[in-house]
T-cell receptor
């Protein structure tokens, strides 16, 4: 089955700086790669996703890059703000999103924005 | 924005008891999922459900677990005889089922087995 590795487990950055979280996956059949933000005690919330036909996707301060050859994808957050502090999870799925296949999650990155 | 609703928000049960966790999906969504998250750990896929039957399930989803959609709206997860290690946050999720949409997660049920 799919295995998703995520690094680092904790990331502390100064407010205004950029943060990068990296994930690798094992199953070359994976085509859908979402990123979730989870605040303490709350549900995972989708912040951005990318499918295998796209190499990069951007939404304001958030961007995701995908390298299918190397089987890795990364989350980039620029101009970090205190409200960006949370746990971020990457995930992978064989489908293109929303079918029978479940998501395989990474172990999460605790992002801490220092004021 | 439509939401996935889960009840109860927190359930405490004695080891060996049966529990039923409930989810009200978004009305036009066709695929339903259950995930669990043990405290401080990653989210783990349990099962997907489509057209009133299980589509995929993980190794975690053993004979102690079952799912159903008894009345065409609620989607339930039953744990037949709870163990201490079943203590976790359980999330329901839905998708439209188009194959190109994202997963919407419910607010979760915190299950504590004592």
């Amino acid at each position: 089955g799919e295995n998703v590795e995520q690094h680092p487990s904790t990331l502390s950055v100064q407010e205004g700086d950029s943060a990068v979280i990296k994930c690798t996956y094992s199953d070359s059949a994976s085509n859908y790669f979402p990123w979730y933000k989870q605040e303490l005690g709350k549900r995972p919330q989708l912040i951005i996703d990318i499918r295998s036909n796209v190499g990069e996707k951007k939404d304001q301060r958030i961007a995701v890059t995908l390298n299918k050859t190397a089987k890795h994808f990364s989350l980039h957050i620029t101009e970090t703000q205190p409200e960006d502090s949370a746990v971020y999870f990457c995930a992978a799925s064989p489908g293109s999103g929303g079918g029978a296949d479940g998501l395989t999650f990474g172990k999460g990155t605790h992002l801490i924005i220092q004021p | 924005e439509p939401e996935v609703t889960q009840t109860p928000s927190h359930q405490v049960t004695q080891m060996g008891q049966e529990v039923i966790l409930r989810c009200v999906p978004i009305s036009n969504h066709l695929y339903f999922y259950w995930y669990r998250q043990i405290l401080g750990q990653k989210v783990e896929f349990l099962v997907s459900f489509y057209n009133n039957e299980i589509s995929e399930k993980s190794e975690i989803f053993d004979d102690q677990f079952s799912v159903e959609r008894p009345d065409g709206s609620n989607f339930t997860l039953k744990i037949r005889s709870t163990k201490l290690e079943d203590s976790a946050m359980y999330f329901c999720a839905n998708t439209l089922g188009t194959g190109i949409d994202g997963y919407t997660f419910g607010s979760g049920t915190r299950l504590t087995v004592v």
